[in-house]
């Protein structure tokens, strides 16, 4: 993008990437909507979480533990709770196994709304990629394609 203008840069971003990664994260964003309405809810299997040790990214650092469901029918090692805890290593919370990727709190915290809207407002913009996007395009096409006919031999 060297040697561009902003507009030109501005151009290619929204052309190229925006809807395509837009499409994407909805996906992923929308595959959680579900679990996290359902704990949300109260709907999942509730249980306890234990911390078993801390994984570390890029940026930040997520507590990992142990979950299991309060009939222990179901044991998750390697699981996270949403929006992640203070608990030191050890300790244990209450915890539900709604289906997701991750636990959630009692009564689902905040997962669905940050879910949920996040899911809406990549919609938004999805929809904004292709109207201004594929549609304009067909739409220049068409107007050529009207005014070679139209300027006939």
């Given at each position: 993008?060297?040697?561009?203008?902003?507009?030109?840069?501005?151009?290619?971003?929204?052309?190229?990437?925006?809807?395509?990664?837009?499409?994407?994260?909805?996906?992923?964003c929308?595959?959680?909507?579900?679990?996290?309405?359902?704990?949300?809810?109260?709907?999942?299997?509730?249980?306890?979480?234990?911390?078993?040790?801390?994984?570390?990214?890029?940026?930040?650092?997520?507590?990992?533990?142990?979950?299991?469901?309060?009939?222990?029918?179901?044991?998750?090692?390697g699981?996270g709770?949403?929006?992640?805890?203070?608990?030191?290593?050890?300790?244990?919370?209450?915890a539900?196994?709604a289906?997701?990727?991750?636990?959630?709190?009692?009564?689902?915290?905040?997962?669905?709304?940050?879910?949920?809207?996040?899911?809406?407002?990549?919609?938004?913009?999805?929809?904004?990629w292709?109207?201004?996007v594929?549609?304009?395009?067909?739409r220049?096409?068409?107007?050529?394609?009207?005014?070679?006919?139209?300027?006939?031999?």
């Open positions: 993008m060297y040697g561009m203008s902003a507009r030109e840069a501005w151009r290619f971003w929204w052309r190229c990437l925006a809807g395509p990664v837009a499409v994407i994260v909805l996906v992923l929308a595959g959680q909507v579900g679990p996290a309405w359902s704990a949300h809810r109260g709907h999942g299997r509730a249980g306890t979480w234990t911390v078993t040790g801390v994984v570390c990214g890029r940026a930040t650092c997520e507590d990992v533990g142990r979950f299991v469901s309060a009939d222990g029918s179901r044991v998750l090692t699981a709770v949403f929006g992640g805890s203070s608990l030191e290593a050890g300790a244990s919370t209450a539900v196994d289906g997701g990727d991750v636990l959630y709190p009692p009564g689902g915290g905040r997962a669905w709304l940050v879910y949920g809207g996040g899911a809406a407002l990549l919609a938004v913009l999805c929809g904004a292709v109207w201004t594929p549609v304009a395009a067909a220049r096409r068409r107007a050529v394609r009207a005014a070679r006919v139209g300027s006939g031999p």
